[in-house]
């Protein structure tokens, strides 16, 4: 029995002095939150965001930036990391990675090197955010500061999340998203593109972080749209709302339209769409049934509210307004980009399987392109604001 409990103390006293194999102290790794990647006369530029430099440890000014960046250069990603290791004197951990961007130029060429070199590292989780730059390299957004939040990288990452909600002009992206859109049958990748408003050379100075206004600022409010990793083409704002509204991935939507010769606006909420998809001679048809409920937010028109017939006037003119949004975007889509970006045959090869294995080899170039969507938009204004009446309408 002592021997037992003997041999029970000693596996018990091994298991607490054995160490992990591939342990490193924490003082030798590199913290990465961010990651650019660029190319430039046929080399890639691949730029690093380290967030544990000397600079989280000292006792800086708040104003100051607690990140640091490296770059490589080479023929292949490999190497240009390679490179932008043996300036770092530190080992990169990208287990903390908040948001990979990619640049315009190198997603119009092809982005599988970048996608497959994140692939292969163990440390990543695979679930940070994937965005493309546009008009502007993607190192130079990781360089560009912002006073709400400590990086860059971090900055990206929360536009993301809050604007998600409440305008539905941004997706909630992630690396793994991507990679299922590729790996997937009929449905293409859509990305969030950044661009940068304002001096980006002023943007990456710290004294800039001292001004009422910065010097510059990130907007997301467009889509990059995909045929397989190649970039095709980017979104316009109505376009972005049209994309998350047929993919059902929206919160709030701010729609604004025509009175008389001004404008009003409603938030719409609680929108759902439905695909209805039948076959003709193996052709699909599809009706897109879209169902939301609104307030109205501001009118710079004369409308008495109180009135039934008025609202209804009102439900039809921003169902109407709708309806063109979706059929401007699904325009865009089908005869500009040829690319089922809503995975309407992916919903096909899903639920039926049989008719996808007769079109799927014409869906990219002929089908899809060509294929009649009839849009249905039924918008219940049930709520009118603060008034009854529009102060237009009140004050006379």
Same mark, same amino acid.
Do not use: R
């Given at each position: 029995m002592m021997k037992k409990i003997k041999i029970c103390l000693l596996l018990f006293v091994a298991f607490l002095l054995t160490g992990c194999g591939n342990y490193r102290e924490l003082n030798d790794l590199a913290i990465t939150t961010g990651i650019a990647f660029d190319i430039k006369e046929d080399q890639y530029i691949v730029s690093y965001m380290i967030a544990n430099s000397n600079k989280v440890e000292?006792?800086?000014?708040?104003?100051e930036t607690k990140s640091t960046i490296y770059e490589g250069r080479g023929n292949t990603i490999s190497s240009a990391y390679i490179d932008l290791n043996s300036k770092n004197p530190k080992i990169p951990y990208i287990s903390h990675l908040e948001v990979v961007i990619i640049s315009e130029d190198l997603a119009k060429q092809g982005m599988l090197e970048a996608l497959d070199f994140l692939m292969r590292n163990p440390e990543s989780r695979k679930e940070f955010y994937i965005v493309l730059s546009k008009g502007v390299e993607a190192g130079a957004l990781l360089k560009t500061?912002?006073?709400?939040?400590?990086?860059?990288s971090q900055n990206i990452a929360e536009i993301i999340k809050s604007n998600n909600d409440d305008q539905s002009t941004i997706i909630m992206q992630k690396y793994s998203d991507v990679i299922t859109d590729l790996l997937d049958q009929g449905v293409e990748p859509i990305i969030n593109g950044i661009e940068l408003e304002g001096d980006k050379n002023e943007g990456q100075i710290q004294?800039?972080? #001292?001004?009422?206004? =910065?010097?510059?600022?990130? %907007? *997301?409010?467009?889509? /990059?749209?995909?045929?397989?990793?190649?970039?095709?083409?980017?979104?316009?704002?109505?376009?972005?709302?049209?994309?998350?509204?047929i993919n059902n991935s929206t919160g709030f939507v701010l729609l604004e339209t025509k009175c008389d010769d001004k404008y009003m606006t409603s938030t719409l909420k609680d929108i759902k769409t439905e695909p209805v998809i039948t076959? #003709?001679?193996?052709? =699909?048809?599809?009706?897109? %049934? *879209?169902?939301?409920? /609104?307030a109205i937010l501001e009118m710079q028109c004369k409308r008495n509210l109180e009135e039934t017939k008025v609202m209804k006037e009102l439900e039809k003119d921003f169902s109407e307004r709708l309806k063109q949004i979706i059929n401007e975007t699904l325009n865009t889509t089908q005869k500009e980009y040829k690319s089922d970006i809503f995975g309407f045959g992916n919903y096909i090869y899903k639920n039926n399987l049989k008719k996808w294995n007769v079109i799927?080899?014409?869906?990219?170039?002929?089908?899809?392109?060509?294929?009649?969507?009839?849009?249905?938009?039924?918008?219940?204004?049930?709520?009118?604001?603060?008034?009854?009446?529009?102060?237009?309408e009140v004050v006379k």
């Open positions: 000292t006792d800086s000014k708040g104003s500061l912002t006073p709400l939040e400590s990086f860059p004294d800039s972080l #001292e001004k009422a206004t =910065p010097s510059a600022t990130m %907007k *997301i409010d467009t889509i /990059g749209v995909f045929k397989k990793d190649k970039l095709l083409g980017w979104t316009n704002h109505d376009e972005t709302v049209g994309i998350n509204i076959f #003709e001679n193996d052709i =699909p048809k599809i009706k897109l %049934k *879209i169902k939301a409920d /609104g799927n080899e014409k869906w990219d170039e002929e089908i899809f392109p060509n294929i009649t969507i009839d849009v249905a938009v039924d918008i219940n204004l049930n709520n009118k604001g603060s008034l009854e009446q529009s102060l237009k």
